[in-house]
């Protein structure tokens, strides 16, 4: 079975299920909400020469990111749990393009609903603003929209490829959830701030945070060192996850 073929079966797969949708639609609501919700309460015109306008309409990440990762979670391991994964792999004896096929059929349709999701919310987030606001020609602006269409888009692979490595839904989003926030959460508690800043600056967090940042942020890497600090996680453990899906059976 070629590739294409491959893609188009999970292509099959992901569009039969109603979940999948739902579960995208609802997380490209709770980025676009969330950040109307932080323009509108958090927006204050005396500040707005100093504010990270663009940054207030696009503050949906933390809230999004639960729902990418439960989507690329259950993509995975939904067909351990029914048990369809020993016909999937029966028809692809290679193994590997299965989970490449599920990688490309779920970053390409995630990145393009988030990438509408970014597009309206900074529109309607800068048309809350008001004139003060930010446009889409102003220096970084576009290049934001495309780093945190991103951002979630790859936090969404995480947890497929997490679900590919561990197989179990429950173990999958507990992986997924202590990568993209606990570790932030530990470094906090236990280092002192100076090493702190520039050990969550690798994190995978701050490193898909920096992907989208419009301003200058000693905390963050340069969008473009961010973007390849966060391919080069997925790389580690996408080559994690097709490691154990070639060497194990298929229980």
Not at 221 to 231: D, H, S, Y
């Given at each position: 079975?070629?590739?294409?073929?491959?893609?188009?079966?999970e292509?099959?797969?992901?569009?039969?299920?109603?979940?999948?949708?739902?579960?995208?639609?609802?997380?490209?609501?709770?980025?676009?909400?969330?950040?109307?919700?932080?323009?509108?309460?958090?927006?204050?015109?005396?500040?707005?020469?100093v504010?990270?306008?663009?940054?207030?309409?696009?503050?949906?990440?933390?809230?999004?990111?639960?729902?990418?990762?439960?989507?690329?979670?259950?993509?995975?391991?939904?067909?351990?749990?029914?048990?369809?994964?020993?016909?999937?792999?029966?028809?692809?004896?290679?193994?590997?393009?299965?989970?490449?096929?599920?990688?490309?059929?779920?970053?390409?349709?995630?990145?393009?609903v988030?990438?509408?999701?970014?597009?309206?919310?900074?529109?309607?987030?800068?048309?809350i603003?008001?004139?003060?606001?930010?446009?889409?020609?102003d220096?970084?602006v576009?290049?934001?929209?495309?780093?945190?269409?991103?951002?979630?888009?790859?936090?969404?692979?995480?947890?497929?490829?997490?679900?590919?490595?561990l197989?179990?839904?429950?173990?999958?989003?507990?992986?997924?959830?202590?990568?993209?926030?606990?570790l932030?959460?530990?470094?906090?508690?236990?280092?002192?701030?100076?090493?702190?800043?520039?050990?969550?600056?690798?994190?995978?967090?701050?490193a898909?945070?920096?992907?989208g940042?419009?301003?200058?942020?000693p905390e963050l890497?340069?969008?473009?060192?961010?973007?390849?600090?966060?391919?080069g996680?997925?790389?580690?453990?996408?080559?994690?996850?097709a490691?154990r899906?070639?060497?194990?059976?298929?229980?």
């Open positions: 079975m070629t590739f294409p073929q491959v893609i188009r079966f292509w099959i797969k992901f569009r039969s299920l109603r979940s999948s949708w739902i579960t995208l639609a609802l997380t490209a609501g709770l980025y676009t909400g969330t950040g109307l919700l932080v323009c509108w309460l958090l927006f204050d015109p005396a500040r707005a020469a504010d990270d306008l663009v940054g207030k309409s696009l503050s949906g990440d933390l809230v999004a990111l639960l729902a990418a990762g439960a989507l690329g979670v259950l993509t995975m391991t939904g067909e351990y749990g029914s048990g369809t994964i020993r016909t999937t792999l029966a028809a692809v004896p290679r193994r590997w393009p299965v989970l490449a096929a599920k990688v490309v059929v779920l970053g390409t349709v995630s990145y393009a988030m990438l509408l999701a970014t597009v309206i919310s900074f529109a309607a987030g800068q048309a603003i008001g004139d003060l606001g930010a446009s889409f020609g220096d970084g576009v290049r934001a929209l495309f780093g945190h269409a991103a951002y979630v888009t790859g936090a969404g692979l995480f947890g497929l490829l997490f679900g590919g490595l197989r179990s839904t429950a173990a999958a989003f507990t992986a997924y959830f202590a990568v993209m926030f606990l932030t959460m530990l470094s906090a508690l236990v280092l002192p701030y100076g090493w702190r800043v520039n050990v969550n600056k690798f994190l995978p967090s701050a898909g945070e920096a992907m940042s419009v301003v200058d942020n890497l340069t969008p473009g060192l961010g973007a390849l600090v966060f391919a996680y997925l790389l580690l453990t996408g080559t994690a996850a490691w899906l070639t060497r194990s059976d298929a229980g």
